[in-house]
Nanobody, 119 residues
């Protein structure tokens, strides 16, 4: 089992910045993928950015150049630095960890943190 706890959400004005954190605990495989997803009201959950333990990062086109995903593997923590925020970035942001093992994929989700971009 893996537990994921997000933090860092809040209310910010357009053009502002926020940094989200996702702390992971439990049975984390050496080969894994961590990522940030978001879900706005009335919309499907979508990928924001992902960072496999074995490969390069991946970003949604809508956040490229504004958001940066990073990981501190020693602390089992993932971050999302969000700059130049726009009202359309308003959503609940979720952390996801996928363990990749011989038995297949195991997915875990955090509880989500609300990000509201508004003046």
């Amino acid at each position: 089992q893996v537990q994921l706890v997000e933090s860092g959400g809040g209310l910010v004005q357009p053009g502002g910045s926020l940094r989200l954190s996702c702390a992971a605990a439990g049975s984390i495989y050496s080969r894994n993928i961590m990522g940030w997803y978001r879900q706005a009201p009335g919309k499907q959950r979508e990928l924001v950015a992902s960072m496999p333990s074995y490969s390069s990062t991946n970003y949604a086109d809508s956040v490229k150049g504004r958001f940066t995903i990073s990981r501190d593997n020693a602390k089992n923590t993932m971050y999302l630095q969000m700059n130049s925020l726009k009202p359309e970035d308003t959503a609940v942001y979720y952390c996801r960890l996928t363990n990749l093992g011989p038995g297949g994929r195991l997915d875990y989700w955090g509880q989500g943190t609300q990000v509201t971009v508004s003046s």
